[in-house]
């Protein structure tokens, strides 16, 4: 596993948290062996996608919690989403959606409260009908949702087993909905450029761990769209 020595000597502690907080130039890190990991290949012969459009909510990209960075990508994730309704790739959301007795409230305040606006996708990838959307009160689109039934629902009943994701944040929800969805069996591919955090320092430290633990295949929408 590749080791980061960030080095302090001679930098000036502002400028060096301005870095960190995605507030000044990021260095090139790689925190792990980038050769350490393969592409998906296990579904290799009977690809099924399903793409996974996480917390591109109201509050998540304009409002209570917003991440300015999100904006630019947002026209990316709209052409993954053509494409997907286009190729009849099953296309789920899965949304925030809390309550005041949600333990993660404790942690961000109120946002992406259920019923609200800010609970609603941004109206620029606004879901049609046959779209699915997923309730979820915490960072795994998994965890107490019927993410997996309706994944295994597509396909005519046999289930997709790869797993696109598009969306907010690739060190959280991004992250954990990952690392459940490898628990579960299913193989990952991150859009690149249709993923982003806070910070561009999270952001790549974010995709770095997708790819090193859980195999998570890291390519632009561009190439995405011409596996369909």
């Known amino acids: 596993m590749g080791i980061i020595k960030i080095m302090l000597a001679g930098v000036p502690t502002r400028q060096f948290l ?6 000044g130039p990021v260095e090139r890190i790689n925190l792990y062996d ?3 990991s393969v592409a ?26 917003k991440c300015d960075r ?17 190729s009849g790739v099953p296309l789920l959301y899965a949304n925030d959606s809390h ?23 941004i109206s620029e990838l606004r879901p049609r009908k046959r779209d699915v959307q997923i309730p979820k009160t915490t960072y795994s689109s998994f965890f107490d949702t019927r993410l997996e039934r309706e994944l ?19 060190d959280c929800c991004v992250r954990h909905t990952t690392a459940d969805a490898f628990f579960r069996g299913y193989e990952t591919i ?5 993923v982003n955090s806070f910070t561009e320092l999270q952001y790549r430290t974010g ?15 561009k190439k995405i769209v011409r596996l369909f």
């Open 18 to 23: 301005a870095r960190i907080h995605g507030k």
């Open 34 to 36: 980038p050769g350490a």
């Open 40 to 65: 998906p290949h296990v579904y290799v012969k009977d690809r099924r996608y399903a793409v996974l459009i996480v917390d591109m909510l109201n509050d998540f990209v304009y409002g209570k919690i």
């Open 70 to 86: 999100a904006v630019p990508m947002i026209p990316r994730s709209g052409n993954l989403i053509d494409a997907a309704r286009s």
């Open 99 to 121: 309550t005041r007795k949600d333990f993660e409230i404790e942690r961000w305040g109120e946002h992406a409260m259920r019923g609200s606006r800010g609970a609603r996708v």
């Open 152 to 170: 295994k629902r597509s396909h005519d009943g046999k289930g997709a087993n790869t797993l696109i994701l598009s969306g907010l944040h690739t």
């Open 190 to 194: 991150i859009a690149e450029d249709a």
């Open 207 to 221: 995709l770095q761990y997708l790819k090193f633990w859980y195999l998570a295949d890291i390519l632009p929408t």
